[in-house]
C-alpha cells in the first residue's frame, strides 16, 4: 500500500525509524519492507533476512509453550509455581499469576539489587532468578492476583518450570514446537558472541547520544542475554507474520485452548488488567469512534530497538514492526498505520 510505505518513508528520512515494516489484511501482505542498515556504517542494507532483538514480544511464544502444556495435561494454569520448583519462597504464586504478571513478584526490585549485585563478565542464566528468590526473599508487592504489575522475573520462571515438565530447555522447545512447524527460518535465541561476531544478518541497535546529537552502537549494553522466557528472541517481520497466521489455526494449539490467552484477565475488585498470557488485550478498540473488534499486541524494548506486533483479530488486520534505533517513531507509526488501514472500511 503506497499511502503506508509513503508514511514509514517520512519517518525514515526525518531519522525517526529505522527497521522493517510488515502490514497485513484478510491474509494478504500489502506492505513488507526494510528501511535502513544493518550497522551504524551503512554497510549492509537492512534486508528481508535480517534478523532484529524482539525483546518482550518473546513473551507471547513462552505463554503458547505453556498453553501447549496445558492442552496436553501436562499442568493446569493454577497450579503453585511451587509445585515445579519446590525451593520457591512463595507457595501461593501460581503459573495464571506468571502469565498474567499479578504474582506480585517486583521488577522493580530485582533491578535494583541486580545493579549491585551482578557481574558484566559473568553469564547468568534463569536458574540465577530462582536462586535470587530463594536467598533474598524479596517481600512480593502485592497479595498474588489482587493486582497487576508488569513482571519480567514472573516470565523468567516459566522456563524453568517447562523444564521441569519436559526435561527440556527452553530453546529446544520453541524449535521444536513453534519455529519448525511454522517455519520460523530466522528466528532463535543466540549468544552475544554469536550475534556479535558470526551472525551475518544481525540487525544492530542504536541509541541516541544527547551530548553530540549522534546514534551509537547499542550492542553489549544488555550484557545479560542468557535469561529467556520474557525476552530474548531475534525474529523479523516474514518470520512474525508466520506466526500470526499460525494463531489463527490449530497448527500449534487447538483454537477453544488458544483464546484464553486473548482474554483480558479481570482483577478481584472487577477492574480489567487488560492483559492475557503475553499479550495486551483491548476488547471493542475503536478508531475515529468506530469500533473494530478486538485487538491484541505486545511491544518489546531493548538497548536500541523498538518492536511492535498489532493484531486486530476480528478484522485480520496485522501490524509488525521491528526497529534498530530508539528513541523511535514507532508507537506514532502503529496509530498511523492503523488509521490509514481503517480509513477503507
Known amino acids: ?10 519517518y525514515y528520512f ?11 489484511e484478510d491474509g494478504e501482505i500489502v506492505l513488507n519492507k526494510e528501511y535502513g542498515y544493518q550497522d551504524l556504517d551503512s554497510a549492509h542494507k537492512i534486508t528481508s533476512n535480517s534478523t532484529f532483538e524482539i525483546a518482550s514480544i518473546s513473551k507471547q511464544f513462552t505463554a503458547l509453550l505453556m ?26 504464586i501460581t503459573i495464571r499469576h506468571l502469565l498474567t504478571h499479578t504474582s506480585g513478584l517486583s521488577e522493580q526490585q530485582f533491578f535494583m539489587w541486580a545493579r549491585s549485585n551482578m557481574n558484566q563478565a559473568e553469564i547468568y542464566t534463569n536458574q540465577f532468578i530462582l536462586k535470587y528468590l ?4 524479596p517481600a512480593l508487592a502485592f497479595t498474588p492476583g489482587s493486582q497487576w504489575e508488569y513482571s519480567n522475573v514472573g516470565y523468567f520462571l516459566l522456563p524453568l518450570v517447562m523444564k521441569e515438565v519436559t526435561g527440556m530447555d527452553y530453546i529446544e522447545l520453541l524449535q521444536q514446537r513453534i519455529f519448525q512447524p511454522t517455519g520460523m527460518q530466522n528466528s532463535g535465541i543466540f549468544s552475544q558472541a554469536h550475534k556479535g561476531t558470526e551472525m551475518q544478518n544481525y540487525v544492530f541497535g542504536k541509541v541516541f547520544n544527547p551530548r553530540d546529537s549522534t546514534f551509537v552502537s547499542s550492542f553489549g549494553l544488555a550484557w545479560s542475554d542468557s535469561i529467556y522466557g520474557g525476552v530474548g528472541i531475534l525474529s523479523n517481520t516474514s518470520d512474525l507474520y508466520r506466526w500470526d497466521r499460525a494463531l489463527y489455526s490449530n497448527q500449534l494449539v487447538e483454537q477453544a485452548n488458544l483464546l484464553e490467552a486473548f482474554i483480558d484477565n479481570p482483577l478481584p475488585n472487577g477492574t480489567a488488567s487488560g492483559y492475557g498470557f503475553g499479550w495486551y488485550v483491548k476488547d471493542d478498540f475503536k478508531i475515529d469512534g468506530k469500533n473494530h473488534g478486538k485487538r491484541i499486541e505486545h511491544n518489546g524494548l531493548w538497548p536500541g530497538y523498538e518492536s511492535s506486533i498489532v493484531r486486530y483479530v476480528d478484522k485480520d488486520k496485522t501490524i509488525i514492526i521491528l526497529c534498530n534505533q530508539s528513541p523511535s517513531a514507532k508507537d506514532m507509526l502503529v496509530e498511523e498505520i492503523s488509521d490509514l488501514l481503517f480509513q477503507q472500511n
Not at 500500500?1 to 517520512?10: G, K, Q, R
Not at 496445558?70 to 515445579?84: F, I, M, P, R, T
Open 14 to 24: 526525518s531519522n525517526k525509524f529505522s527497521g522493517s515494516v510488515l502490514v497485513a
Open 67 to 92: 498453553v501447549q502444556l496445558k492442552q496436553e495435561g501436562k499442568l493446569n494454569y493454577d497450579d503453585a509455581v511451587s509445585k515445579y520448583l519446590p525451593s520457591l519462597p512463595y507457595k501461593n
Open 1 to 10: 500500500m503506497s499511502a503506508i510505505d509513503s508514511l514509514v518513508s517520512s
Open 134 to 137: 530463594e536467598k533474598e526473599k
